[in-house]
């Protein structure tokens, strides 16, 4: 270990707090349910706060991942072994995967380079250098104040300055133990403004960015030093004791049920101790109210057709609206579009290092869910593209995403974002001549506004999960 390391681990020491929650011998165990009387035993067992499920669905055959205390563990075991269900142990101490991923290269490039998380003040302190660089074309763009004062900050990327531009947003970082999140907006934003690539070179310049890393600023801050499994904001009003789990769990609100888009219709909680808790009212958080505010601003600056919101885990394309499934998904205006456009924009995707990713609503392929902020964006913002991406991966290391998948992560998202804004604009959405192309006469095709079912329809309602959990991840 050298010097600088040593220096680092130090100051991350220091900086931490009394509190820290460590998950030293944290232990995860797996079980695959082989009935559906194993799987109801399983979801009987998610009830109890103590046992934390990494998955989101619990299903026949599919892998489970419980995390359990040290103190909790022997009773776990047993409880298996007395029903003679198999726990298998893949993971022996949940603090030693943080604290790889926390872990430094020795040698640091001077310019990031995504093979480490970085903390809050230095995505914060990346954003100003790389706005000074390209000051031509981004600015610094204050999006508001977080609970505990701070400021979220994004950046614009504006390179043509024309009138009435196509307009796009970025959201990363609402739930903050995602942390692939950031690093996947961070490294959108290096592309845009320095990729030689020709066709995102085409995406970064006839678009206007508004792009922002982290939107929870507390909750990041806090996942680096207090509590790395920290999901939602830091809104301390409405604390409560809490039954089997730390009361901290109830000084926050997530800002993913808190906007005021069918607010606490399915997939929330009024319960302040819950991971889900959407606030005493819509919008009651600061946060939630600036990014709402922030899109009803821009939309009026051009023709807003972007929302992007980046979570992890799953590997999944969500397409509003959250609340709905199976028919009822097309009351989602143009959702046939929106599926398209995903589904095309995966399959480049997987061509770039073989992952696979789900299309659909969560309502289908996920959990029924309300109050999140791309719902907001779709249905009251009224944009027409928006998703909900849930990065890699599928649940072995969870939001524990060793930073060497940082890298792949991103170019993959990347193919696929170039592939989905090829697929809109030639959809009609928007018309931008693309100069390596001979002109064509200008076509004036009306973006479809009603939901009618395109291609994609088909293989939508063969897909139909609904589960609800701990660890969720939306
Ligand atoms: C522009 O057209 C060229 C030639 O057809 C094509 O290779 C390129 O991918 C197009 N760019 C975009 C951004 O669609």
Redo the contacts with the bound molecule.
Sequence with gaps: MILKEIIFLVVLVAAVNADYVSYKNYKVYKIVPKNENEVQILLDLRKQPQYYFWNDIVSLYSDVKIMVAPKNQEEFENYFKSINIPAEVVFNDVQKLIDDQVKRPVRRNVVYDWTYYLTLDEINAWLTRIVEEHSDVATLVNLGTSVEGRTIWGVKIDYKKEENPVIGMIEGGIHSREWISPATVTYIINEFLTSTD??VR??AENIVWHIFPVVNPDGYYYTFNNNRMWRKNRGKDNFTPCANVADDISNGIDLNRNFGFVWMLTGASQNPCAETYAGPSEFSEPESRAISNYVLYIKNQGRMIYYFAFHSYSQMVLVPYSHLSGYDVINAPNYADMYEIAIRGMDKLKAKHNTDYQVGTSGDILYEVSGSSFDWVKGVAEIPIVYLFELRDVGEFGFLLPAERIIPNNEEIMAGL?EM??VT?NMGYYNIQ?E??PATLPTTVEPSTTAAPGSGMKTVFSVFLIALCLFVTL
Excluded: G, K, P, T
């Design positions: 020709e066709n085409f995406m170039l804004e090829r604009r693309n390596s192309e």
